[in-house]
């Protein structure tokens, strides 16, 4: 009879893909009782977390350890009762929890209440676990709107909790390109969820992307993540929309493409970009958060929010004689250097750590 794996709780404001493969990663070694933190109206949240409250009362004293992905209000509870029954609280930090964009209204930061149970969120942990070392504290020019510098220690100056960086990890197994699909040259790719919001098109630079279509008609640009009928208003002709697919499909859509573009105001360690690299696209990156850390010398880094500057970028990527050979660098850099292994030996192995 094997023996019972010891209980982690684990908190999350959404089922996203880095909540999935973390939950799978742990299970591994762990029991894990895990609970959402999404109220659907704003006027819901008391309600949620009356339900958390529940939740830890419940489980509190048979769990070794507490893991919650991004700091905000959904890890306040968990880090509270973490310090009160002595079980340590590791808090991933992903990103929005990292940042404040003013202009956009984007990260936790921003938002002067949930900014603040961020900080108590941080102040109360017993480890933060950022996904790249950017998210901890980075130089910020891409654009001048807002704060020179990001990072929670940027906004939490007076933060002390310890912090090891343990990155993302893919299967370079499943994202590989799919040899029987023809890659077309001059195309330009990129996927981004919440398209019909002008926000989002902003933050993640769709709005540069469709600029840059019209000013640059020989080359072909695919968005992925078009909600049913939707368009944008003047369209550019050579700006193609896919619906969100699934990850085998992605996969087929990635492989016929010679470049990725992910030119977002805000980003910490992207999936789709890490996702297109190890299926052979050559990167075109903005200078934000970890990204031109992760393609290195295998594409190119638009350096500021700037039309002119892009179509020159574009222009320069598109007269690269062999984008096969950049591709498949860019391949190895992310086969080799960010497995899913590696993030699965960091954080098992902190958490085992942490627990003593």
């Not at 984007?106 to 938002?111: D, L």
Request: aromatic share 12%; hydrophobic share 45%.
């Amino acid at each position: 009879m094997s023996a019972r794996k010891p209980i982690l709780l684990y908190f999350y404001p959404a089922q996203s893909s880095f909540v999935v493969k973390d939950l799978a990663l742990m299970q591994k070694e762990y029991e894990v009782r895990h609970q959402g933190f999404l109220p659907v109206k704003k006027w819901q949240t008391p309600l949620v977390w009356l339900g958390q409250l529940f939740f830890l009362l419940r489980h509190i004293w048979q769990a070794q350890a507490l893991v919650c992905m991004f700091a905000g209000y959904h890890s306040w509870f968990p880090a509270l009762f973490g310090k009160i029954a002595a079980k340590p609280c590791l808090i991933v930090a992903g990103g929005t929890d990292c940042v404040s964009f003013p202009s956009i209204g984007y990260g936790v930061f921003a938002n002067p209440v949930l900014g603040r149970f961020a900080r108590w969120s941080y102040q109360l942990a017993a480890h933060i676990a950022p996904v790249h070392e950017k998210l901890v504290w980075q130089d910020y020019t891409y654009q001048t709107n807002d704060f020179p510098h990001q990072g929670f220690r940027y906004h939490c100056p007076t933060l002390v909790t310890p912090h090891t960086v343990i990155y993302n990890g893919y299967n370079a197994e499943f994202w590989k390109q799919d040899f029987t699909i023809e890659r077309q040259p001059n195309s330009f790719l990129t996927v981004c969820a919440g398209l019909n919001m002008r926000f989002t098109q902003r933050l993640k630079g769709v709005d540069l992307i469709l600029e840059v279509a019209g000013r640059v008609p020989e080359a072909t640009f695919t968005i992925v993540g078009a909600p049913e009928g939707f368009k944008f208003p003047n369209q550019p002709a050579n700006v193609r929309l896919l619906p969100k697919m699934p990850l085998e499909d992605l996969k087929a859509v990635y492989s016929a493409h010679t470049f990725y573009l992910q030119l977002s105001m805000s980003e910490g360690f992207p999936n789709a970009l890490s996702e297109s690299m190890l299926c052979g696209c050559v990167p075109i990156v903005s200078q934000v958060g970890a990204m031109p850390d992760l393609i290195a010398d295998t594409g190119f880094v638009l350096s500021q929010r700037n039309i002119h500057l892009l179509e020159r970028l574009v222009r320069e990527a598109m007269e690269v004689e062999n984008t096969q050979k950049l591709g498949q660098k860019a391949r190895e850099i992310m086969a080799s250097h960010y497995p899913e292994q590696r993030r699965e030996r960091g954080l098992i192995g902190l958490l085992q750590k942490l627990v003593g």
